[in-house]
C-alpha cells in the first residue's frame, strides 16, 4: 500500500508539486517535484519532470543497473523540461525540484536533484538519504551556520541546482540497503520546512502508509506551513 498525497496548504493559489509512480513485475518508481515559485510555470515543469522520468523508466527493459537508469530518466527529463522553456516565453526559466527512488528486485537507488528529500525508516528510527542542493545547506557545509540555525534561515527556499534551467544537469544517486529498511518517504520541502524528521517517524511507524500521508500533510498545515505540501511513503516491499 502507497500514501501518496499532495495538497495546495494554506496560503499558495496554485499547486506546484508534483507526483507520480509506477509498479509492475520489473520495477516500482516513486517520484516527487516541486515546481520552482520564483520562476515561470512551476506547475508545469513539476508535471513534465515526473511524467518525463516516468515515460523513460517505463520504456526500459534492463533494470541490472538502477542508477543508471534513473539517472539517464531525470536528464531525459531535464531536456524535456529545457526544450519546452526554450518553445515557450511564458514558461522561460521554468525549473524544478525532483527526488525518486527506483527499486528493482533487491536493488534500490535513490536520486535528487534541488531540495526534495528522500528518508528511510526501520524499527531503530529514521535517516535522511539525500542531501538538499541549496544555499542554507551550503552555508552549513562550510560552517557558516548550524543545522538549528538553517532551519528558519530567511534564505531557505533558494535551490542551487534544479531541473530543466540548464541543458544539463548532475544527478546524485544514493543506494539503499532494502533489508535495513521498513518504510520509505520521500516529499516536498513543504513538508520538512514545518514538520521535523522525529514528527515524520512517528506518524509514519504508527499508521498505514495512506493515514500517515495524510496526517502528516495535517500536521505540517497545523503547523502554518506556507507551501503546497506532497508526500510519498511505501514499504520496501509491495
Do not use: W
Not at 67 to 89: C, E, M, P, R, T
Not at 90 to 117: H, R
Not at 190 to 205: C, F
Request: with cysteine; proline share 1%.
Amino acid at each position: 500500500m502507497v500514501g501518496m498525497l499532495s495538497d495546495i496548504g494554506l496560503v499558495r493559489k496554485l499547486n506546484e508539486d508534483y507526483l507520480g509512480l509506477i509498479e509492475d513485475d520489473k520495477k516500482r518508481l516513486y517520484v516527487v517535484a516541486d515546481g520552482m515559485g520564483g520562476h515561470n510555470a512551476g506547475e508545469i515543469a513539476s508535471k513534465l519532470a515526473v511524467e518525463s522520468v516516468i515515460e523513460y523508466a517505463s520504456g526500459e527493459t534492463q533494470f541490472d543497473d538502477p542508477g543508471s537508469v534513473l539517472s539517464n530518466a531525470i536528464k531525459f527529463a531535464n531536456k524535456k523540461i529545457y526544450d519546452h522553456a526554450l518553445s515557450d516565453s511564458n514558461t522561460t526559466g521554468m525549473g524544478t525540484t525532483i527526488t525518486a527512488c527506483l527499486i528493482n528486485q533487491n536493488k534500490a537507488i535513490i536520486a535528487n536533484v534541488g531540495d526534495s528529500s528522500c528518508f528511510v525508516i526501520n524499527e531503530d528510527g529514521i535517516k535522511k538519504i539525500t542531501k538538499d542542493h541549496s544555499l542554507v545547506q551550503q552555508l552549513v557545509d562550510s560552517g557558516s551556520i548550524t543545522e538549528e540555525q538553517a532551519i528558519n534561515h530567511p534564505n531557505k527556499n533558494i535551490i542551487t541546482r534544479a531541473l530543466g534551467t540548464n541543458i544539463s544537469v548532475e544527478v546524485d544517486l544514493f543506494p539503499i540497503d532494502l533489508e535495513k529498511i521498513d518504510k520509505v518517504v520521500l516529499c516536498t520541502d513543504g513538508l520538512t520546512n514545518s514538520v521535523n524528521k522525529n514528527e515524520i517517524y512517528d506518524i509514519a511507524i504508527k499508521n498505514n502508509n495512506v493515514d500517515a500521508a495524510c496526517q502528516l500533510i495535517e500536521l505540517s498545515k497545523l503547523k502554518g506551513s506556507t507551501d503546497n505540501i506532497s508526500v510519498i511513503i511505501f514499504e520496501r516491499k509491495c
